[in-house]
């Protein structure tokens, strides 16, 4: 036999020994609800990756829960900040509570407006309180409501969809994978809060577990790491296990940033002409780094227009007395990159 | 039925053609996932994430040709892409344990007494680069060019990896007397 295939058939005979979950076939199944559901995920978690996280997204997630009354900013506030052009008129109303009242003025039965992003482009998914057939018959009417509150704000980049509420959107399966993380979490938080460790958090939802502590107490850390990964131990569920620390002044500072940030990101991520990939942020008590990626070019004339645009609209807006109100006057760092990731001079 | 029809009938909104699409898929795709990240929760993941991503991708209207190719690529670039993250995750040693599931499917042949010495020489082999570029090549039966784009390695590292594999399994065949050297 040549010596090929002796490592391959070596490969196929190991390869075959790997016995592969049943809940797999399962989750494929269930697609179209296990694709909802991790577009779900996918939101809540991004509020927690830092660096990288998505207002706009988080906006939305939190119009699930408490759209009505959203404290963003008074009216008085929105007045004097709209005269800003551009940014200035979304202080009027996030674009998800404008969607929200205007369907609902039409007598559409909102059940969770979904926003996020999906390769690259920003989305809206209307779930409507109602039978698949109802929303199939209604789906062009609100989509074309949709079009025009959009155009109002000159959004263009974007995608619709239109669903129905789904009642049954986890799979059992799913639900009962969710219910051991959650028992596992508890028991771990209570474990370690009763050993004496101050504990934050504890995330058992992802492959590794994470252990959230403040940073003050960043001198425990391998301590903490050690006990959790004895715990786990002790109650037959070993996994591998991250203790992060977490600076709650820079926690404060992000949520004092926070309805800003929005702006930016649902002015910038639903326009054509911006070409924004990502819009990235650091929270640091001295400073606050707003790192705008686009897909332009540093060297194309029209790009590096538009770049000054971007800068000009966003450092007039953070400049204005209402968010230097709102940040607490925080020194800022303003940063616009190309697509190979250098800066723009602007 | 023929994939284009599937494909069809699942953008109408039909689960069952879509399961009936990938379920021939899934058995290899997880033992190729499982193969390069040694954690069943890993693999796992992200098979679920690939068939997500190949769901939403059917119904956005992209084009696929070979669904096959697609998905399988698809799972290996994902696997590669939690590898990597694994990576990075175990620079800061204080953060991650090794504690379970992390045994590879070549070092638990290391365990079996009883199987045959061919096995222990692609066990000797326990660099992981290695292992991802012989399970890509062999049982994913990926171009050597497409290895190198996915592990961002040259052409000829990927070479140089397989002809080492080959080299030790050599070796071991020899110091064995299972077979002579009639080796390419």
Not at chain 2, 122 to 136: E, R
Request: charged content about 30%; glycine content about 4%; hydrophobic content about 35%.
């Amino acid at each position: 036999m040549k010596i090929d295939e002796s490592v391959k058939k070596e490969i196929q005979e190991e390869m075959d020994k790997i016995q592969t979950p049943p809940s797999l076939y399962e989750f494929a199944k269930n697609i179209s609800k296990e694709s909802k559901n991790r577009a779900d995920v996918e939101k809540s978690t991004g509020r927690k990756r830092g660096r990288r996280k998505l207002h706009f997204v988080v906006a939305a997630v939190i119009s699930f829960v408490i759209l009505t009354g959203s404290a963003f900013l008074s009216p008085t506030m929105a007045e004097v900040v709209s005269k800003i052009p551009y940014l200035g008129q979304i202080f009027y109303k996030p674009i998800q509570e404008v969607i929200w009242e205007d369907l609902a003025k039409e007598g559409y039965q909102l059940s969770a407006i979904g926003m996020g992003k999906w390769e690259q482009k920003p989305y809206f998914d209307i779930e409507l309180n109602g039978t698949e057939e109802y929303v199939k018959q209604e789906e062009g009417k609100v989509i074309n409501i949709l079009n025009e509150i959009l155009d109002k704000r000159g959004y263009d980049n974007y995608e619709l969809m239109v669903s129905a509420k789904n009642e049954n959107e986890v799979s059992s399966v799913q639900k009962e994978i969710d219910k051991q993380r959650e028992e596992l979490g508890e028991k771990l938080m209570s474990d370690l809060e009763g050993a004496g460790y101050p504990i934050m958090n504890v995330n058992t939802y992802g492959p590794v577990v994470s252990v959230y502590i403040p940073i003050a107490d960043e001198a425990k850390k391998v301590e903490i790491y050690k006990a959790a990964i004895e715990l786990l131990k002790a109650n037959e569920t070993p996994k591998q296990v991250q203790v992060i620390t977490r600076d709650l002044s820079e926690e404060e500072i992000e949520s004092r940033w926070m309805p800003v940030m929005s702006s930016i990101e649902e002015e910038l991520f639903l326009k054509k002409e911006y070409e924004v990939a990502d819009i990235r942020y650091s929270y640091n008590p001295e400073k606050v780094t707003i790192t705008i990626m686009t897909n332009m070019k540093s060297s194309d004339i029209e790009d590096n227009q538009t770049t000054i645009k971007i800068s000009k609209e966003i450092i007039e807006f953070l400049n204005s007395e209402e968010v230097k109100r709102m940040t607490e006057n925080q020194k800022y760092e303003l940063i616009i990159q190309d697509k190979n990731g250098d800066d723009f001079l602007f | 039925m023929e994939q284009k029809t599937l494909i069809s009938r699942i953008q109408k909104g039909e689960d069952e053609a879509f399961a009936e699409l990938v379920t021939p898929l899934i058995e290899k795709g997880y033992r190729t996932s499982f193969g390069i990240l040694k954690s069943k929760e890993q693999a796992e993941e992200v098979v679920q994430n690939a068939l997500v991503e190949a769901y939403r991708n059917i119904m956005s209207g992209k084009e696929i040709t070979y669904f096959n190719t697609w998905f399988y690529k698809l799972v290996s670039h994902r696997s590669i892409d939690a590898w990597r993250k694994n990576e990075r995750l175990k620079e800061s040693p204080l953060e991650v344990d090794v504690v379970t599931d992390k045994y590879s499917v070549m070092e638990c042949l290391l365990k079996e007494e009883t199987e045959n010495e061919i096995k222990k020489g692609i066990s000797s082999l326990d660099n992981s680069d290695y292992k991802i570029v012989l399970i890509l090549y062999y049982y994913q039966e990926q171009a050597i060019q497409e290895i190198s784009e996915l592990l961002g390695l040259k052409s000829s590292t990927v070479k140089s990896h397989l002809r080492r594999a080959r080299n030790a399994l050599k070796k071991r065949l020899i110091e064995n007397q299972f077979i002579g050297v009639n080796t390419q």
